[in-house]
Structure formats: structure tokens, C-alpha cells
């Protein structure tokens, strides 16, 4: 059995409330994270994968190109290259990385026959671009990984594979350990559409966000006053 994994992987309830505001209602699809040794969490699957079960709220992120977008989010413009690049994915990461200092993780994977193939994973926290790491399709039948980062990172991480390396910056307890060996994350990031485990009927009593963020956030998020 293989691994249908698109959204973002957070470590705090506030970024599940959040995504609940971002996606009305997907609060119900959130997948809680548990394995021994690592710190608990939560996978929200991409909203575009089941648009008729989740979308966004509308207006929950300015209009504006790709573009500016990476210059806001600081993703630097190697990132066009050989990874999976979707504006609208990195926003969403980018904004549940604001509710709390773990910061959020976008993921995307796909596995077949126990290889895990296409695999890219890009960290956010505060708010901005810190590391990206995927496969390059065209090289040693796509195992070899590519990373781009926004500042050096340690030199153990980057031999990490991709999900393990940027799950890595938001909390050291992931360094050097298999979220799939250890089945820390689920096969299918969307079974919370059809078996609701969050353990919370109603996020919205739950605080969206646990610290001051900075007035430009809530410009290009409007999403975050509501």
C-alpha cells in the first residue's frame, strides 16, 4: 500500500484552527500525528485535491501574482526548477507557519511498489520561505535530492531526504528518522474527509493565532482578521 500525501503538516492546534478559517469547515479533515519520539501534530490535506468536500474561504489571501508573491514569502526563484510549485500551496503554508513559532511544512508524495516518488516538502516559519528539498525526476531515476534554501542550513540536514530534512527545522526530533518508516504520517492525507478524527467538532473556539504577528500579514492575509 502506498502513501497520497498533498497539504501541510503543523505541530500546533492554533495552525489547525487556522486552516479551519482558510478552509471552512476542513478542521474536520485534520489527521492528528502521533509516533513515539516525535512531537504530536496535525496533516491538512491541500484543498484543491477534493474541491467539492474543501475549499477556501473567499478572499483569504490578496490578489496578487505569482510573482510578488515569492518575493513576499521569500522563495527564492531557483525554486522553479525541478520541484512542485504552486503559489497557492506555499500561501497556505505560509500563513498556518503564522500561528504558532513551530512554523508548517507543505508536503507533497506520492509512492508506488514502496518508493516513494515524486517527494517535495518546503518549510515555512514566520511567515517566510526557509528550506525546500525534492527529487529531481531527470537524475538517478529521481532519487537524487535538490534543496533550496533561504539561509545555510546544518550539513546534517541536507543528507536527510526531503520530508525528513524540512520537517527537521520545525522541531529537531524529526532529524535523521523516517516520518514513514515510523508511521508517524498517514497513508492517505485525505481520510479525514471521510472518518472526521480531529477530536474537535467545532474549531473556531480554538485560537487561531498564539502570538503578535506583523500588521503586513494581515494585508496580505485577510483571512487572519476574520
Request: some cysteine; proline content about 8%; glycine content about 10%.
Amino acid at each position: 500500500m502506498g502513501f497520497h500525501l498533498h497539504g501541510v503538516l503543523v505541530l500546533h492546534e492554533a495552525a489547525v484552527a487556522l486552516y479551519d478559517r482558510v478552509v471552512p469547515g476542513g478542521g474536520r479533515a485534520a489527521i492528528p500525528l502521533r509516533a513515539a519520539g516525535f512531537p504530536g501534530g496535525w496533516f491538512l490535506p491541500s484543498p484543491h485535491l477534493n474541491p467539492e468536500e474543501l475549499t477556501y474561504a473567499p478572499g483569504w489571501r490578496e490578489e496578487a501574482s505569482e510573482e510578488e508573491w515569492r518575493v513576499r514569502l521569500g522563495i527564492p526563484a531557483a525554486l522553479r526548477s525541478g520541484m512542485l510549485v504552486d503559489s497557492e500551496d506555499h500561501c497556505l503554508a505560509a500563513l498556518l507557519s503564522l500561528a504558532a513559532l513551530s512554523g508548517a511544512m507543505f508536503l507533497w508524495d506520492e509512492s508506488f511498489a514502496g518508493h516513494i516518488n515524486p517527494e517535495h516538502a518546503a518549510t515555512f516559519i514566520d511567515g517566510r520561505f526557509r528550506l525546500a528539498m525534492g527529487q529531481d525526476d531527470l537524475i538517478d531515476n529521481g532519487r537524487l535530492h535538490v534543496h533550496v534554501g533561504a539561509e545555510p542550513v546544518p550539513e546534517a540536514i541536507l543528507r536527510c531526504t526531503p520530508t525528513t530534512a524540512c520537517s527537521a527545522l520545525l522541531d529537531s526530533r524529526f532529524l535523521s528518522r523516517s516520518l514513514y518508516e515510523e508511521q508517524y504520517l498517514p497513508r492517505d492525507g485525505t481520510r479525514g474527509l471521510w472518518q472526521p478524527c480531529s477530536g474537535r467538532e467545532d474549531w473556531s473556539r480554538v485560537p487561531a493565532i498564539t502570538r503578535p504577528i506583523d500588521a503586513q500579514w494581515f494585508r496580505w492575509f485577510p483571512v487572519l482578521g476574520r
